[in-house]
């Protein structure tokens, strides 16, 4: 199989840009242009060419892409290129920005020029600037060699940078770049612009509706008190109002800035009545629901023939390496609850002839958690498919198992999904109460006690990833969680995961503090606080992350994987054939890797 990497250099201006537009928008813009393009086959000597349109595709389909790999630095863009425009489709897609996230972590920078600069490359050229309005034509003969000249460059930093990272990357991990690439670049799932259309102007309709019940003008809606006190006659609950100590009193108040995490998220809140009021404040003309109905619509409308959707699903975005949303639409964040839930996704649908499947793994945390605590007797309860929330339920209200209410049932179940962090009662209370369930702050400590109580198990791992910290901050050896499966790296303040790849706690340091040692790593943005807990959870969700990604790669060998949302794999499969796949998928979904045989995986699939 062939090397290929590519470069293509575009038209941009001030106002037609990547920074200004997602990768789809500017790709399928009206104003877009190939100025030219790199291409380095193996180790030969990367070429330069320009020319129009049908003159590059004819140049590029000079080359093997059957039998080829094609290597770029953020694949998403000149895949994009390649795909949409030329209808190049390679036996692989690479991307060494996607592998320089898993390697080093997502806080790497991640432009080619900071990962030249880190590997001693070379250095990027900075003729791209000098490119800033220019249409192919507008080039003179000279401007556009130099400018050839730059795209080379980039084009053998790429190549080298490829060598450099490939040589400790995961086999697995190259073919899940590949497929998370293909859901954007090589759609499936289409849109329904009828259903886009209708569900818009209900949006539209209801925000108005809803603005006009409010009976707030401008000016009172910022006002901080009768801000909250409309956010509660929408429905929150004292304890979802988020909430900030003033840096100048040291008192709390409503944290109702712009720019505040809290109210920020509110902006996301299912329920649109409270996403029409924190438009209504930052003076928005459109709520969450309105604008990624209509970004969906305007996705349609760029489309050729067929409405399809590109999937931007971003590859190991998260410090656990789980995927992110990307491209303005983040499909892992789709609303799961609320009035507008079932509407957008319903937009989403297959092409004629097949139908798609949603498989989605069952607890898999909890059930990570339980098997690398070693916590057997919870670890049996998942094998032998018993209800675990029920059972907790029991323990919590002292009843027969056959006597539990849903109500207990659902303080049970959030108990065993909520609980196994080491979460405090004034956490889980505020939790049960955004659910609506409202329990005193004692019976909040009661029920974490029993939880502790029976899960003891999972209480000491918590101390175990404590004393790991610990000793990672000292640079000595320890070790942590069920043996064989992670191996602790302390003088590079990370964590081996199965996959090969690192968990990191870049830069960690111990602080004496109020309630003893506490412990931060470095991030881009500052220093986040790490614990025991924490680090239960963030490996629990990484392990959780591999075994779903192995199970993508299964599903993959028969049928097109075309978007992952957390711990579920959409898939679209031919409709004579949907019975069969859903057995094979149900199979590829309760799959384990070697060093996690005695976990108990299940699945739901529809």
């Keep these: 199989m062939d090397i290929i990497t590519i470069d293509f250099e575009t038209y941009y201006s001030k106002t037609y840009s990547l920074g200004k537009m997602t990768t789809e928008e500017y790709v399928r813009g009206d104003e877009f242009e190939v100025i030219g393009v790199g291409v380095k086959v193996n180790n030969e000597p990367a070429e330069w060419a320009s020319g129009t349109l049908n003159q590059t595709a004819a140049y590029l389909n000079t080359f093997d892409w059957e039998n080829s790999m094609v290597v770029c630095h953020n694949t998403m863009f000149d895949g994009a290129i390649m795909s949409w425009l030329f209808g190049i489709k390679p036996k692989v897609w690479a991307d060494t920005l996607c592998m320089a996230r898993a390697l080093h972590g997502v806080e790497v920078g991640g432009s ?211 995927w992110g949303g990307s491209d303005s639409i983040n499909m892992q964040n789709l609303p799961s609850r609320g009035p507008n839930a079932k ?50 339920a029991s323990r919590i209200y002292d009843v027969p198992e056959d006597q539990v209410t849903k109500e207990q049932r659902f303080v049970g179940k ?54 790991m910290l610990v000793g990672m901050a000292q640079g000595g050896v320890y070790s942590a969680g069920r043996e064989g499966v992670l191996q602790v790296m302390s003088t590079e303040h990370a964590i081996r995961l199965p996959s090969g790849l690192m968990l990191r706690y870049d830069g960690l340091e111990a602080e004496q503090g109020d309630k003893g040692v506490q412990f931060t790593y470095k991030t881009r943005y500052g220093r986040n606080r790490i614990y025991g807990g924490k680090v239960t959870e963030n490996v629990c969700q990484a392990l959780a992350r591999i075994i779903i990604g192995g199970q993508m790669l299964r599903v993959a060998k028969r049928y097109k994987v075309a978007l992952t949302v957390h711990d579920s794999i959409v898939c679209c499969v031919p409709e004579d054939e949907q019975d ?26 529809e």
């Excluded at 796949?581 to 699945?603: G, H, Q």
């Design 343 to 392: 509407a957008l996704k319903s937009a989403i649908v297959a092409p004629e002839g097949h139908v798609i499947i949603d498989a989605d793994s069952s607890q898999i945390e909890a059930r990570v958690l339980a098997w690398l605590a070693e916590q057997h007797d919870l670890t049996e309860s998942f094998l032998i498919g018993e209800d675990v929330y029920k059972k907790m």
């Design 414 to 467: 959030t108990t065993i999904l909520g609980c196994g962090y080491g979460m405090g009662a004034v956490r889980f209370q505020e939790q049960l109460q955004s659910f609506g369930t409202e329990v005193s702050l004692d019976e909040a400590r009661r029920i974490i006690s029993i939880y502790r109580e029976v899960n003891y198990k999972i209480t000491q791992l918590w101390k175990s990833f404590q004393n």
């Design 580 to 605: 069969e796949a859903v057995k094979y998928i149900a199979e590829c979904m309760r799959w384990t890797p070697e060093w996690a045989s005695a976990l108990p995986i299940d699945c739901e699939v």
């Design 112 to 322: 080619l020029k900071a990962l030249a600069q880190r590997y001693e490359l070379g250095e990027k050229g900075t003729e791209v600037l000098d490119a800033l309005g220019k249409h192919r034509a507008d080039f003179y003969e000279d401007e556009l060699s130099r400018y050839g000249d730059y795209c080379l460059n980039d084009v053998e930093l790429t190549y080298h940078l490829f060598h450099k990272l490939a040589k400790n990357f995961p086999k697995e991990e190259m073919k899940l770049i590949d497929l998370t690439l293909r859901m954007y670049l090589e759609p499936v799932l289409e849109l329904d612009t009828a259903k886009l259309e209708a569900h818009l102007t209900t949006v539209k309709t209801r925000k108005q509706e809803l603005m006009d019940a409010c009976g707030l003008d401008r000016k009172q809606l910022m006002s901080d008190a009768k801000f909250a006190e409309a956010l509660r006659l929408a429905g929150l609950t004292e304890s979802e109002l988020p909430t900030k100590v003033s840096p100048t009193t040291g008192k709390t108040k409503y944290a109702f800035a712009k720019t505040d995490e809290g109210f920020k998220a509110l902006g996301e809140h299912p329920d649109d009545k409270v996403q029409s009021l924190v438009a209504a404040r930052l003076g928005n003309k459109s709520t969450l629901e309105e604008s990624r109905t209509e970004r969906f619509l305007s996705i349609a409308s760029r489309s050729l023939a067929i409405p399809v959707l590109p999937v931007p699903v971003k590859y190991y975005a998260a410090h656990t390496g789980r």
